[in-house]
């Protein structure tokens, strides 16, 4: 087992980032390093690579020093990419720094991954990256910045402790972080259930344009990027659909699906219970876990469905 003092050690530089688009789990375990480095190793220097996070993340210290650029021909002793098992899901501008650094070191939970790194540290039956990276940190150096990150990656990785990946571990850790005083009701609150009312909009337009199929067991929407513009929503804005779909009774899958920009679709798939929807995001070019996967794809929306459709059938 590898530890953070450990690979750390001796080192004077290092890089951090996460994903594309970053979420929850990718901003909370990429910051709750940055934070423990700064409190517990002040003589490195460290820099946070992403792109630029909802505005719902920044309470949480040293935000405002994540980076949404490169910085040319920098080579770090040391890079660790997070929540993020593909060097192509790191953005564009922070490949070349990881491409550069002496070692690299993965920190995952996804099921599928590259082994792009030196050291490949992926836990797939994990619930979130932030989980992870907390096993590899000395628990009595966790401060109370450092527990609000990775308590923002728990919650919003677990769906608030419900998904299945959720275990006694989990919430062991979680009352540990309550120890040290975080407020965990206005951080669910704030991280997880809040939305704007343009969101709130969006949620309408997408349950009453959704379409049931497979006899009911798939639910599908998709919000074209008109729509989106109307409502003055950005693609992530969207993640708060896909739970709602989930919910209605007899489904297995949910599908939701809006337009990028450069006219590709990006997809969420969840499964309820028995269909393994990281194996259907793999045929789709993406990735994830069992119960929680998506895509990015040149696909139409029909040909998308069509897709989902087949791969859903071989497995009932
Ligand atoms: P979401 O649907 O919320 O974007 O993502 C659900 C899960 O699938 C997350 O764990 C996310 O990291 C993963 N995921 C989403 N899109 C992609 C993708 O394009 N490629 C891979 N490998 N994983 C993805
Ligand atoms: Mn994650």
């Not at 040293?62 to 650029?69: G, L, P, R």
């Not at 720094?97 to 490949?120: G, P, Q, S, W, Y």
């Not at 497979?214 to 993640?239: C, H, N, P, Q």
């Not at 590709?264 to 996967?293: E, F, P, T, W, Y």
Request: include cysteine; aromatic fraction near 8%; hydrophobic fraction near 40%.
């Amino acid at each position: 087992m590898i530890s953070i003092e450990a690979e750390l050690s001796g080192v004077k530089t290092v890089g951090i980032t996460g994903h594309i688009r970053p979420d929850g789990d990718c901003t909370g375990s990429t910051l709750g390093l940055y934070n423990y480095i700064k409190d517990n190793m002040p003589e490195i220097d460290v820099d946070i690579y992403l792109e630029p996070v909802e505005d719902c993340y920044k309470f949480l210290r040293y935000s405002d020093c994540i980076k949404s650029y490169s910085a040319k021909n920098r080579e770090y002793d040391v890079f660790v990419v997070l929540d993020c098992g593909d060097i192509e899901r790191t953005a564009g501008f922070v490949r070349d720094l990881i491409r550069n650094a002496k070692k690299t070191i993965c920190i995952d939970h996804h099921e599928t991954v590259k082994n792009f790194a030196t050291i490949n540290h992926v836990i797939p039956k994990t619930g979130s990256a932030s989980e992870v990276l907390y096993e590899l940190l000395d628990e009595n150096k966790v401060s109370k910045a450092v527990a609000e990150c990775l308590y923002v990656g728990i919650i919003n990785d677990t769906g608030v402790f419900k998904y299945q990946s959720t275990t006694s571990r989990t919430m062991e850790i979680a009352g540990k972080f309550m120890n040290l005083g975080i407020d965990f009701t206005k951080i669910i609150d704030d991280t997880f259930y809040r939305r704007t009312y343009m969101q709130t909009m969006l949620v309408g337009h997408a349950l009453s344009s959704s379409v049931l199929t497979m006899e009911g067991k798939l639910i599908y929407s998709f919000a074209t990027k008109a729509l989106l513009d109307s409502l003055g929503l950005v693609g992530r804005d969207a993640g708060v659909v896909i739970d709602q779909l989930r919910f209605v009774k007899n489904v297995e899958v949910a599908l939701f699906m809006y337009e990028l920009p450069d006219g590709q679709i990006k997809g969420s798939l969840r499964s309820v219970d028995r269909i393994d929807v990281n194996c259907i995001a793999n045929q789709l070019g993406g990735g994830g876990h069992m119960r929680a996967a998506g895509f990015t794809s040149t696909l139409s929306a029909e040909e998308i469905v069509a897709k989902v459709e087949e791969l859903m059938g071989e497995q009932l």
